[in-house]
């Protein structure tokens, strides 16, 4: 985070990463509050690698509140900005009472810009990453301390998850008023060393149905998601099991089932919702052709609602991974590579017979 103050306009800038679920949110009981069917659990990807990055300012001289993404003016009039930018508000009048509250500038407009370094609305979870960022920055302009998942949770529910690094819990509510629906870090980072998460991006263009859309239309669709739901806590305590034993064959067989669960309710919606493609099921099969052939489970993908895939690894497979996915998609080509990531880009892939 970085904070900059002048006379007239005071600025703070943050940076958010994705996270890639491996127990998939996918339905809402309440649409305005964003509180979810089913508790899920994610893995947050490294501060460098995909991450959003958002600067807020605020100023006596802003006539009205504005945003830009990606260098395009958005709308702040989407109910979920503005949810967010209340509760921020909200609650640093109410920790301010008694104080001069002109100090914050709380009375002022805000100016809001971000840009991803990765696709948006692609299957990337750039709603995770952009609001958790967005939040983040405010609650520091602001001075909200505490937790914040649960306003970062109203700007998109997979947002609450980016709060927080490594393995991380999005509890379903107890409360009646949904409040203590938030993230919970199981695990930090550190806890597993040797994990590392490959991206395939597939393709960067924008879903053809939103995630928010997409979930809506399932809940009210399909007869399967009864079978979900009593499925789901059971695999959300099974794999947090995983993870603390660090059992990666029980941790990649989860994770492989909960994503194909996903598309398979998305299949049974109507009308159905196809966010995998050929190339998306071509890894699928590369991966469990991988598994096969090394006698045991040493890799899981996860598709979120795009057909981008997210493998899950640990350090000393990814070289014979990496090659092996080289060699059946000979056109894809490196789009970068760290610690934690290793990006590859699938330009118009033509998969290798
Ligand atoms: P994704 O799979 O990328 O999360 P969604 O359909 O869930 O796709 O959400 C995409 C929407 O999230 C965008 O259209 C935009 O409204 C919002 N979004 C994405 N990135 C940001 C950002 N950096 N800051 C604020 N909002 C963002
Ligand atoms: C498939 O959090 O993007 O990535 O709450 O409506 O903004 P809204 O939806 P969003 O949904 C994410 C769905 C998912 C699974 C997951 O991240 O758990
Ligand atoms: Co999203």
Redesign the pocket.
Known sequence: MSQKTSSQIRCVTCTAPVNIAVIKYWGKTDEKRILPTNPSLSVTLGQDELR???SVAVSSRFTEDR?W??GIE?SVN?P??QNVLKEIRRRAHKRKSGENKDDLGLAHHVH?V???NF?????????????A??VYALSKLFEVNGEISDIARQ??G?ACRSLYGGYVLWKMASKDDGSDSHAVQVQPESHWPQMRALILVVSDQ??HV???EGMQTTVQTSELMETRFKLVERRTEDIIKAINDRDFPTFAKITMQESNQLHAVCLDTYPPIFYMTDTSRLIVRLVHAINDILGKVKVAYTF???PNACLYLLEEDVPRVLSLVRHFFPASKDAGNSSFVTGLKFDEIEPST
Not at 119 to 131: E, F, I, Q, V
């Open positions: 959003a990055k958002t945003m993404l990606n958005q989407s979920r900005v809001i971000s840009e991803n696709p948006t609305a692609a299957g990337l979870a750039s709603s995770a990453a952009g609001y960022c967005l700007g998109s997979s924008k879903k939103g995630s928010t979120d609602a795009g």
